[in-house]
């Protein structure tokens, strides 16, 4: 069900529950893209004069109200971003939020607080996830979901209240969905993966829902020294996850097996400790051992060539998806092959996607611009879950699914 399913909006009272669980630090934002994500719906409910009720969760505070994990921030953001004032209501579903509500007029915004400030919105037991979903429907008259970094979750304001009331996909979540289709129906050939992030134990169902479909998987972050392990290589202390590294090797027999290039690092950077001044020595693959740092070292990033293998893969794809920085991108020392890799995805001649709440928040940190780029998700979790295959309740519940 899309935006347009729910008839004229007019004076309606719309709830939007969107996912603007936004990186904060000190009551400041570090990374508005979530923010943004919600405009094109958001804007489309103004111009037609909707009266529109934002709600969302940020972090995971213990359903009780704490200051730390206020929206306000976020309203405010908004504010700039919708140009024109948000109203904020200083509860969720209580006083505050009705009088906010009330007070709308055709085309208005307000934002409500935090809904995991009341236990209702993530409780495990159906009736109480349920109640609190009937206090929320209270609110409105129709629901809007948009909050696509959420849908794996099966929440009242996710899941419930799109059962109360009549409700549709926003343009976020439309957007979302259509292109990661893209990436497990039919990619247009060649279809090249890539995988970083520190552990391979997250990326199980990934891999094996995406190594029958890719053409070519790039293995970089903490991960790849699992797949090193696998291949019978020496990682120092790297991080190693030991009882992965038999699943590992079904990977590259299955690769092997069914013809999907599996390109594993050739070097990496090996560093004497995990601190952005450590000393550091690019060393090859079977060798990570033979540095200063002997078996005490530990790999921090992709080597250079690993990184020019790579840009030369995804650059000659028509279809890339990357999820996972691939080295330790927040220490400057260590940037360079998720760099190598960000901009190696500006160059692709076709459709290319960053997934991944880290590995959006790394290209951004790393200077790059989100037109850059065919797509970023605004999930994480979300995103990965979907490129598993796995049903989700937030997408079901809709009918998208
Ligand atoms: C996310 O950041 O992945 C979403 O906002 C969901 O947050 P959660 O993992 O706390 O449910």
């Not at 997250?202 to 479909?213: C, E, F």
């Not at 060798?287 to 000659?316: H, K």
């Not at 951004?364 to 295959?389: K, M, N, P, V, Y």
Request: charged share 20%; proline share 5%; hydrophobic share 45%.
């Amino acid at each position: 069900r899309t935006l347009s399913t729910l008839g004229p909006l007019a004076g309606k009272r719309v709830i939007v529950r969107a996912d603007l669980n936004v990186p904060l630090k000190d009551a400041v934002i570090t990374d508005d893209g979530r923010v943004r994500a919600t405009l094109p719906t958001l804007n489309a409910l103004i111009n037609q004069g909707a009266r529109v009720i934002v709600c969302s969760h940020l972090g995971r505070p213990d359903g009780a109200p704490d200051p730390k994990y206020s929206l306000e921030p976020v309203a405010q953001r908004l504010s700039e971003l919708l140009g024109k004032p948000v109203a904020f209501a200083r509860d969720t579903v209580g006083e505050s939020a009705q009088e906010a509500v009330a007070a709308l007029e055709d085309g208005d915004v307000a934002v409500i607080e935090n809904l995991r400030f009341n236990p209702g919105e993530t409780a495990k037991d159906d009736a109480a996830r349920r109640a609190f979903a009937q206090e929320l429907a209270a609110l409105g008259d129709v629901l809007v979901s948009d909050g696509f970094g959420v849908v794996h979750r099966k929440q009242a304001s996710v899941y419930d209240l799109a059962e109360i009331l009549p409700s549709a996909a926003g343009f976020l979540i439309e957007k979302e969905v259509d292109v990661l289709d893209r990436l497990t129906e039919n990619p247009e050939r060649p279809y090249t993966v890539v995988l970083g992030g520190s552990k391979v134990s997250d990326k199980l169902g990934v891999i094996a829902h995406l190594l029958p479909r890719a053409d070519k998987i790039l293995v970089g972050g903490g991960m790849l020294f699992t797949f090193l392990a696998a291949q019978g290589y020496k990682v120092g202390k790297s991080l190693l996850e030991v009882d992965q590294i038999d699943t590992v090797k079904g990977y590259i027999a299955d690769a092997a097996e069914r013809g999907v290039e599996l390109i594993l690092p050739v070097d990496a950077v090996m560093a004497s400790a995990f601190a952005a001044d450590a000393d550091h020595v690019v060393a090859p693959a079977d060798a990570l051992e033979d540095t200063a740092f002997g078996a005490d070292g530990l790999g921090l990033d992709i080597g250079p060539q690993t990184a020019e293998l790579f840009a030369a893969a995804i650059r000659s794809s028509t279809t890339v998806f990357w999820n996972g920085p691939m080295g330790v991108f927040e220490m400057p020392a260590f940037a360079a092959g998720t760099k190598a890799v960000a901009k190696a995805l500006t160059a692709v001649d076709g459709l290319s996607v960053v997934g991944g709440g880290d590995s959006a928040a790394a290209v951004r940190q790393l200077g790059f611009t989100d037109d850059q780029f065919g797509h970023i998700s605004t999930g994480g979790g979300a995103s990965l879950e979907f490129l598993e295959g796995k049903k989700l309740p937030g997408l079901e519940v809709l009918g998208w699914q």
